[in-house]
């Protein structure tokens, strides 16, 4: 998987909103932006993914640079419940048909671990 | 919304006991997960199944085994638990299709005395 870059650590005051910023530039053509966090003593979960536009879902908004190589998460209002690490990952399009357990393994960097202030 | 249930949040086990860890999806996923987490090491790839009685290696196999009899679930074994295999783990499932993502479980915390 191609490299991403996170700031290590970042602060948001409650219901505030937080931009979480990814650096990708070596993203290639075919690879997907995905972000997943994880709460303290709990599993990751999945947040959003994109390609070229910009996507919305409940979560989150993810923000993609016209070039892709940098994308933003956006969480809309800060509750303390948001308070986790959270990683950019970039997951190239795998052929529909199985090529081996690497081709679907998941690899996190150190992530950006949020603060929510109250 | 997707669901990835394991059977238990915390488990204590003894050296040399068999162990079973039991996950279940509700998305009829093809592809399920085992992964275990540790500080320091992140995440790591145990035993990876694309469909109903197929498993393939991951990064770190040696002493577990893996089970998938049903399509929405998929069973880590530790043959004979050692404290090395204190961790937590990770269950996860996915649609067959190249774009989607991987759903986790809560996790087991597993510590073995």
């Known amino acids: 998987d191609a490299k991403t870059t996170q700031p290590n650590s970042m602060e948001s005051n409650e219901e505030e909103p937080v931009h979480l910023p990814c650096n990708h530039s070596t993203i290639s053509g075919t690879d997907y932006i995905h972000w997943y966090r994880q709460l303290p003593s709990q599993g990751p979960e999945y947040v959003i993914h994109g390609l070229t536009s910009n996507v919305n879902n409940r979560m989150a908004s993810l923000a993609i640079a016209e070039d892709r190589k940098s994308s933003t998460l956006i969480l809309h209002r800060a509750t303390l419940r948001d308070a986790a690490v959270y990683y950019c990952?970039?997951?190239?399009?795998?052929?529909?048909?199985?090529?081996?357990?690497?081709?679907?393994?998941?690899?996190f960097g150190k992530g950006t671990k949020l603060s929510v202030i109250p | 919304d997707v669901k990835v249930t394991q059977s238990s949040r915390y488990l204590v086990k003894r050296t040399g006991e068999k162990v079973f860890l039991e996950c279940v999806q509700d998305?009829?996923?093809?592809?399920m997960f085992w992964y275990r987490q540790d500080p320091g090491l992140g995440l790591r790839l145990i035993y990876f199944?694309?469909?109903?009685?197929?498993?393939e290696k991951g990064d770190i196999p040696e002493g577990y085994s893996v089970s998938r009899e049903k399509k929405e679930r998929f069973s880590l074994i530790l043959e004979s638990a050692s404290t090395n295999q204190t961790s937590m783990y990770l269950c996860?499932?996915?649609?067959?299709?190249?774009?989607?993502?991987?759903?986790f479980g809560d996790g087991t915390r597993l510590s073995i005395l």
């Open positions: 990952i970039l997951r190239d399009i795998t052929p529909p048909h199985y090529s081996g357990a690497g081709s679907y393994q998941l690899t």
């Open positions: 996860a499932s996915r649609n067959l299709m190249s774009n989607q993502p991987q759903h």
């Open positions: 199944s694309y469909d109903v009685k197929m498993k």
């Open positions: 998305m009829d996923h093809e592809n």
